[in-house]
Nanobody
Framework: QVRLVESGGGSVQSGGSLTLSCTRRGDSGTKYCGGWFRQAPGKEREAVAI??????VIYRADDVKGRFTISQEGVTMSLQMDNLRPEDTAMYYCVADWRLHLCGSSLGHYTYWGQGTQVTVSS
C-alpha cells in the first residue's frame, strides 16, 4: 500500500525560506509523477508544482516561478520555497500517481495524497 509522508513546513517571516519533503512508502519500483497542491482558507485547492520522473518539471504556478523549486530523488520529492510571501500561507499537500499520462495541474488526477503540512508566512 502506497503512502505519502510529508515533512517540513512551519512559520516564517516574509522573505524567508522553507523546504517541504514528501517520501513515498511502498511500491518503490514504479515510476510516479507528483508534486504539491495548496489550499488557503476560503480558497480552492490549487496546484503549486508538478514533477515527472527524471526531474522534468511539467507545471509550476505563475506566482511561484522564480521562488519555488521542485525536485525528486528516488522516492522523495522536495519543494524548496524561497522569498516566501504572506499569500503563500496555506496547507500544502503532496500528491503522486503512477498514471504518468494523467500528470498535470488537475487535482482529480492524483490517487495518493499526503497528510498535509501547514505553511504560514507573516508580514
Amino acid at each position: 500500500q502506497v503512502r505519502l509522508v510529508e515533512s517540513g513546513g512551519g512559520s516564517v517571516q516574509s522573505g524567508g525560506s522553507l523546504t517541504l519533503s514528501c517520501t513515498r512508502r511502498g511500491d518503490s519500483g514504479t515510476k510516479y509523477c507528483g508534486g504539491w497542491f495548496r489550499q488557503a482558507p476560503g480558497k480552492e485547492r490549487e496546484a503549486v508544482a508538478i514533477i515527472y520522473p527524471g526531474n522534468a518539471v511539467i507545471y509550476r504556478a505563475d506566482d511561484v516561478k522564480g521562488r519555488f523549486t521542485i525536485s525528486q530523488e528516488g522516492v522523495t520529492m522536495s519543494l524548496q520555497m524561497d522569498n516566501l510571501r504572506p499569500e503563500d500561507t496555506a496547507m500544502y499537500y503532496c500528491v503522486a500517481d503512477w498514471r504518468l499520462h494523467l500528470c498535470g495541474s488537475s487535482l482529480g488526477h492524483y490517487t495518493y495524497w499526503g497528510q498535509g503540512t501547514q505553511v504560514t508566512v507573516s508580514s
